[in-house]
């Protein structure tokens, strides 16, 4: 069945490094892949997302690989900061426009 | 507030009562998603409406689960005899077509 799994489940990092964690998916035919951040409490909110016909997106500090052939894409933040803490969140949605969550890895970002 | 919104924000209910959600999404937002969150997990797809019609519901929903977009506006979520397996963070998103989808602040449902 559809299925995205995500490492590691949790991460801790020094500020300033980078961080970066790795998913990979199921369904070949799944073309949307986004990354939520969320907050202890709050919503999922999306941080950046890529579509299947690039292979690279870049937004500041935050940047998505995805590699088709693998099916497998990855999540880098550079220059960490403590309010990048957070429980993230990968994604693919699936030929049927399901979109199946990854566990999540838990970031904590340590001044 | 011109986001997701959902209500109510809690519920508490006994063992084997009925409980219902609603979800207003972003008004000009055709698609609606419903999910359950349990703690230290993703959220896990329920079931998902272009604008009245619904499209998917997951294999994981039992019958006891329903959702209704009547005019492709508000939706419900129903759950009929909860059970303690359904407590959980029940959250709603809407989209315009296959675009990012906003998250409401979800319902948090506790079956004692």
């Known amino acids: 069945g559809e299925n995205v799994e995500q490492h590691p489940s949790t991460l801790s990092v020094q500020e300033g490094d980078s961080a970066v964690i790795k998913c990979t998916y199921s369904?070949?035919?799944?073309?949307?892949f986004p990354w939520y951040k969320q907050e202890l409490g709050k919503r999922p909110q999306l941080i950046i997302d890529?579509?299947?016909?690039?292979g690279e997106k870049k937004d500041q500090r935050i940047a998505v690989t995805l590699n088709k052939t693998a099916k497998h894409f990855s999540l880098h933040i550079t220059e960490t900061q403590p309010e990048d803490s957070a429980v993230y969140f990968c994604?693919?949605?699936?030929?049927?426009?399901?979109?199946?969550f990854g566990p999540g890895t838990s970031l904590s970002v340590i001044p | 507030d011109t986001g997701v919104s959902q209500d109510p924000r809690h519920k508490i209910t006994k063992r084997g009562q009925n409980v219902t959600f609603r979800c207003d999404p972003i008004?000009?937002?055709?698609?609606l998603y419903w999910y359950r969150q349990t703690l230290g997990q993703g959220p896990e797809f329920l079931t998902y409406?272009?604008?009245?019609?619904?499209?998917?519901k997951s294999r994981l929903l039992s019958d006891r689960f329903s959702a209704e977009r009547p005019k492709g506006s508000f939706s419900t979520l129903e759950i009929q005899r909860t059970e303690q397996g359904d407590s959980a963070m029940y959250l709603c998103?809407?989209?315009?077509?296959?675009?990012?989808?906003?998250f409401g602040p979800g319902t948090r449902l506790t079956v004692l």
């Open positions: 998103a809407s989209s315009f077509t296959d675009r990012e989808q906003f």
């Open positions: 994604a693919a949605k699936t030929s049927y426009d399901k979109v199946i």
């Open positions: 008004s000009e937002h055709n698609r």
């Open positions: 890529i579509r299947s016909n690039v």
């Open positions: 369904d070949s035919a799944s073309n949307y």
């Open positions: 409406f272009q604008n009245e019609a619904q499209l998917e």
